[in-house]
């Protein structure tokens, strides 16, 4: 049976899409939406149950067991208790050997029972790191102490008394050096921050530290010389013509004989700052020139070379602060958590009816009489007018009302780059990109269709 087109015309491309298949559309919709949600979390690293790292073997099990426990805050605290305590140990050790007395046998006990703990510890941390650990200078480290450590014993044991069982007393100051270990303690408390910078900067300019003073030797250097050619002659003179000229200073009589002693009387001087006018005035006073050498050193070594070493350590500290991403996601990660206790205030002060979401009514009403919000949203730049684009932004499941992550997440990552407005318009964008999706599945919806018929 033939049908009469006559009856039925053709229909326009819009009409045919119109009677289209519906879901086709909203298929779509659906999958261009999900592109333009916002997701205001970070990427976490998965926990040992999600990454599935270990299997479920014996071994395995310890290991999981192993990596839970040597990585657990609590316990890292206990072990930093005990590197301390050994230190203690260590120091009363030494005190005692100096004065020549003996030992607490106590604490030497106990330092042995600290050793034995860093055993365990560092046989655990190998158990479930492997190989990795050797790359660890950390670790390597514990390793050196923990050789000490036991070849102490084995010396104590074997040569109880004489003189080599004293000096190989020096091995127990290398135990000392697991205080380093107290760094990534430091790293991971808030509250010693500025400590643990300060310690950080010590660390890692102790290279530039070491140029710095081989740089400033070379300086000396140079003036030393000129001193030894020049100073050093008249002051002879000086002697000869009036031998009570230093009288109460012998040591200025041979302060410029040499290189190294003028080096050395230019770091006491200069550096030091001990006594500078106890040989430059009289030397000065007599001739005047010599006032190039004594005033140049000075300039030159105080105002220039330690100047210049503030200043290069400070850059080093901040290039390697730069590259420190750990320690600065650390950081950042305090921050943030900080940072959503706050809003977390800030959205229960808004909820007055204590429903756990917020209407748009209720977060401008929250703008106008929170000042802590006002603030923030001051620091954002976003106003009155905003609001409604920030409500619509947030809202990322279109349900007419934000709930509580809804309203942190985003707060608290936008204030920290203070680019609001890119952020405006790049959601602006999102949403025309969307639309000029859907429009394009319609339109291919449509050709589709025409071309089957």
């Not at 690293?45 to 290991?63: D, L, P």
């Not at 000396?220 to 200073?249: G, Y």
């Not at 850059?315 to 390697?320: E, G, L, P």
Request: glycine fraction near 4%.
């Amino acid at each position: 049976m033939e049908t009469d087109s006559r009856t039925s015309p053709p229909m326009s491309p819009i009409e045919s899409c119109k009677t289209s298949d519906p879901m086709i559309s909203v298929g779509s919709r659906k999958k261009s939406t999900a592109g333009a949600q916002i997701h205001g979390d970070f990427i976490r690293a998965k926990t040992v149950k999600e990454s599935g790292e270990f299997s479920s073997n014996s071994w395995e099990k310890f290991r999981r067991w192993a990596k839970r426990l040597t990585t657990n805050p609590f316990v890292q605290q206990c072990m930093a208790m005990v590197v301390l305590f050994d230190a203690y140990c260590n120091c009363s050790d030494i005190d005692a050997r100096a004065q020549g007395n003996q030992v607490n046998p106590t604490l030497h006990m106990a330092a042995g029972l600290c050793l034995v703990l860093y055993s365990i510890e560092l046989g655990l941390i190998l158990s479930w790191q492997g190989s990795v650990a050797l790359m660890d200078w950390i670790f390597l480290l514990d390793v050196g102490v923990i050789v000490c450590g036991f070849t102490e014993i084995v010396m104590d044991f074997f040569i109880p008394e004489g003189e080599l069982a004293a000096r190989i007393g020096i091995l127990r100051l290398l135990r000392l050096a697991r205080v380093i270990r107290l760094l990534q303690l430091l790293r991971k408390t808030r509250a010693l921050r500025e400590l643990q910078k300060l310690v950080t900067m010590m660390s890692t300019c102790l290279k530039a530290l070491a140029w710095s003073f081989i740089f400033c030797f070379v300086v000396m250097t140079i003036w030393a010389m000129l001193m030894v050619e020049i100073i050093f002659p008249l002051i002879k003179e000086m002697h000869r013509r009036d031998p009570e000229v230093f009288q109460e200073c012998p040591q200025c009589l041979r302060a410029t004989s040499s290189v190294m002693d003028a080096n050395l009387l230019l770091f006491k001087t200069v550096i030091a700052g001990d006594s500078w006018g106890t040989i430059a005035v009289p030397v000065i006073e007599a001739y005047p020139a010599t006032a190039i050498i004594f005033v140049g050193s000075l300039l030159t070594l105080v105002f220039g070379v330690l100047n210049l070493i503030v200043a290069v350590v400070v850059d080093t500290f901040a290039d390697a602060r730069d590259r420190d991403i750990l320690n600065l996601a650390d950081e950042m990660e305090q921050d943030m958590e900080a940072d959503k206790r706050f809003l977390e205030g800030v959205f229960n002060r808004i909820d007055v009816d204590k429903t756990g979401q917020l209407t748009l009514d209720q977060l401008v009403e929250g703008a106008r009489t929170d000042t802590e919000f006002q603030s923030r949203l001051k620091v954002m730049d976003i106003d009155e007018m905003d609001l409604v684009q920030l409500f619509e932004m947030i809202d990322t499941d279109t349900s007419g009302a934000i709930e509580q992550n809804e309203f942190i997440r985003p707060l608290s990552r936008w204030v920290r780059d203070s680019k609001t407005a890119p952020r405006f318009i790049k959601y602006n964008m999102l949403q025309t990109m969307q639309l000029q999706q859907d429009l394009y599945d319609l339109s291919v919806t449509c050709f589709d269709e025409l071309s089957a018929r």
